[in-house]
């Protein structure tokens, strides 16, 4: 899809990604084109799922989680089946906010919150007798020092 993205696309990209909640009337106004085309291209990259979703970022602290920290979990087997059943978990987790299974000796990375110390100690454990994990470290965050989108633009 890459190479079928024109400078117009790539603008819209990039001005939806720093606000998702932009009316079409300004993204249209910010990359030069009258509202219906702009309204057309942005369906048109949702369609090519180009644009996966919409979501608001919310402050974790102004929600009472103060505790934001990240899980690096080593398994005992990483067959299929087991990789599943992990997998599986994770997405059930509310407290697990992103999960990436890398390659090399840490299996998966979890980006978790937790409301406060107790709550992560409770994470913690609850990830450690998970069948089939091997190993668990955990680092709490100190400060956000950079959080952007995923995509550079």
């Known amino acids: 899809m890459r190479g ?45 799922g180009v644009i996966k979703a919409y979501r608001a970022l919310l402050d974790p602290k102004a929600l009472g989680f103060e505790i934001v920290c990240f899980a690096m979990v080593q398994l005992a087997s990483q067959g299929q089946k087991e990789l599943a059943a992990f997998e599986a978990r994770m997405t059930e987790w509310p407290m697990v906010r992103e999960c990436w299974k890398l390659s090399g000796e840490v299996d998966f990375i979890l980006k978790c919150v937790a409301l406060n110390l107790a709550a992560f100690q409770g994470l913690v454990s609850d990830l450690t007798a998970l069948p089939n994990v091997r190993n668990v470290r955990t680092a709490l965050t100190l400060d956000l020092v950079k959080d952007e989108p995923l995509v550079p633009i």
């Open 4 to 48: 079928r993205l024109d400078s117009i696309d790539w603008a819209i990209l990039k001005e939806l990604q720093a606000d998702g909640s932009i009316t079409n009337v300004e993204l249209a106004r910010r990359v030069g084109l009258s509202a219906p085309p702009c309204l057309r291209r942005v369906r048109a990259l949702e369609q090519a």
